[in-house]
């Protein structure tokens, strides 16, 4: 055991986060949204289906989803790459975002992977390129953007869809700028010390939301998500309504100024280490 | 990022025999904005009057290098710069006005070890951060810059890097003045955690209000430009040139090769790599770079503009 002040170690959360059992995005839309109709494909080069859009209804009103999609069974999460998306994803949610904002729909975002894919054929289509313009566009949106990170939360590739106005975590989910795994073998050199690099990464819903980087956190049943999915799905979808709400009363600028000030303040920096 | 003990190990090859050399400022007359390198590794050693080009292995005179501007005379490889260094050879002389010198980040992790490696890292390079922002002109083309530093570890992006940036293109909006950013980077700073990630948003908004106001951003890629920053500003650019041979990507190598297990083509992830598949403009010797510019300045600065 560690000497984790927290009755669940960040490490444990991790493994919840990762949990074979534990909902993915298409559950939480299947609880979330009617009336969902998937769109496929970014027009450019290909469908990735790490990446699940499409335009629902959120108790009536239209919106459009965006998802990371790791897979339920071992076919079906080979052919969604376990939820690590390709250039073609971050590409299929800028086209859906446009959509979106030309239709006046708020856009919704469901966040799960590990990261972006680190393979040949991501880098040769501009990985990194994809990624920036998916973060600048989020940025600009004039609707609104809410998102909830539900399971892992890794690095840009994350990040990528969850520059929103609001963001939550459901209780058991992580954010961090790399894996536990990645971040211990790139500072120590020794990836077997992950556990280890999860105490000291601050990636638990918790923390995260203690460093002001996310709103809210949503809970989770005693045993993780799963244990009542509908009760998170509703838990979710209070939290997007309570956020529309709220974004709903902004105009046009007022809601991009938010979106900017949100992102802008994270970070402290001055000559006062303790007052940036 | 996962390339960041290949690209230690490139450093040491390359700061070993050239050390002195690559923080001896290029222009002293220009320096005064900049706190000289305080360097506590400048040694005898550092004045070898012999070099080794890590590319071809060439041993060269150190100062036929330096008076190359830090490229190899033999093969054309391009060394790696300091921020003070590409100043130097950047910008009109005597015009750079510093803004944010001694602009510091917290440590948000309280991650051990940090506040450490962070005053080693002030200590040999002599700046406060891994970046250097400021106004200057090129060629006379009034700009306001951003240059990273690779000797600050590996020139990653904390929450320093990513307010010093905003805060330089927030000026260039204010003051309706181009972009020009040189990446050389690691990526996301591993010590503070998520507060890094964050900064890829928080600049690229920056830079989207920038270009939103009808502004010219360019951004110059040198080796390596890798990870949250390839992700981020670095590939926002109107315009993205790049150094010769410049290791360009968002994964490192070593992750790539263990996630798709094989071995990565000739080339992958160099500049010319990257160019031929569509992101970048143009690649431009280090010796041109000013003139090109001063050229792509100039055809931006138009008194009457459509639209």
């Known amino acids: ?276 | 990022m996962g390339m960041f003990d290949k690209i230690r190990k490139n450093q040491a090859m390359i700061s070993v025999p050239l050390g002195a050399a690559a923080r001896k400022p290029a222009r002293p007359s220009q320096e005064a904005a900049i706190p000289p390198a305080k360097s506590k590794e400048m040694s005898p050693e550092d004045t070898n009057i012999f070099a080794k080009c890590p590319a071809c292995n060439a041993v060269l005179f150190t100062e036929d290098i330096t008076e190359n501007q830090m490229v190899c005379p033999r093969c054309q490889h391009h060394l790696r710069l300091s921020a003070r260094q590409r100043l130097g050879y950047t910008v009109d002389e005597g015009s750079f006005v510093e803004m944010d010198a001694e602009l510091a980040g917290n440590d948000p992790l309280q991650f051990p070890g940090y506040e450490n490696k962070l005053r080693a890292a002030r200590a040999y390079t002599g700046l406060t951060e891994a970046v250097v922002t400021g106004y200057a002109t090129i060629q006379g083309e009034p700009v306001m810059i951003a240059v990273m530093d690779g000797n600050f570890m590996m020139g990653s992006m904390g929450a320093a890097v990513g307010e010093k940036i905003t805060r330089c293109v927030e000026e260039a909006t204010r003051r309706r003045l181009p972009v020009v950013i040189f990446t050389v980077s690691g990526g996301a700073r591993m010590q503070e955690g998520l507060v890094s990630l964050m900064q890829m948003t928080k600049t690229s908004a920056a830079l989207g209000r920038h270009g939103e106001a009808g502004l010219l951003y360019i951004t110059v890629l040198t080796d390596p430009t890798t990870g949250g920053v390839t992700a981020s500003f670095a590939m926002l650019g109107d315009i993205i040139l790049a150094e010769p041979g410049a290791l360009v990507g968002f994964a490192g190598k070593r992750v790539i090769e263990q996630t798709v297990k094989q071995s990565l083509p000739e080339g992958f992830q160099r500049a010319e790599f990257v160019m031929d598949k569509g992101f970048v403009d143009a690649i431009v010797p280090r010796r041109e770079l000013p003139g090109r510019l001063g050229q792509l300045l100039r055809l931006h600065h138009q008194e009457v503009r459509h639209g």
């Open chain 1, 1 to 276: 055991m560690d000497e984790q002040m927290t009755p669940v170690s960040a490490w444990e959360r991790v493994e919840h986060a990762r949990e074979a059992a534990r909902p993915t995005a298409k559950t939480y839309i299947d609880g979330i949204f009617t009336d969902f109709v998937e769109l496929h494909g970014d027009r450019r080069f290909g469908d990735d289906q790490a990446v699940i859009g499409g335009i629902g209804r959120l108790e009536g009103r239209p919106v459009t989803v965006i998802a990371q999609e790791k897979g339920g069974d071992t076919k079906e999460k080979i052919a969604r790459n376990f939820g690590c998306a390709n250039p073609e994803g971050y590409r299929k949610s800028q086209r859906l975002m446009r959509q979106a904002e030309k239709f006046g729909r708020p856009v919704l975002l469901i966040v799960d992977t590990q990261g972006a894919y680190c393979g040949i054929g991501a880098e040769e289509r501009g990985q990194g390129q994809a990624i920036a313009e998916n973060l600048q566009l989020m940025m600009q949106l004039s609707v609104p953007a809410v998102a909830v990170l539900i399971g892992e939360g890794g690095s840009g590739g994350a990040l990528a869809l969850a520059s929103a106005n609001r963001v939550a975590m459901l209780e058991n989910a992580v954010y961090s700028i790399l894996s536990p795994e990645g971040f211990a073998a790139i500072l120590w050199k020794d990836a077997a010390r992950a556990k280890e690099a999860a105490g000291l990464m601050r990636m638990t819903a918790r923390e995260v939301y203690a460093m002001g980087i996310v709103e809210e956190v949503i809970p989770e049943p005693p045993g993780g998500a799963q244990e009542d999915v509908q009760a998170v799905a509703q838990a979710m979808k209070d939290f997007f309504l309570r956020s529309l709400e709220e974004l709903d009363a902004m105009d046009t600028s007022t809601l991009r100024e938010d979106r900017y000030r949100r992102f802008r303040r994270m970070g402290d920096c001055g000559l006062d280490p303790q007052n940036g």
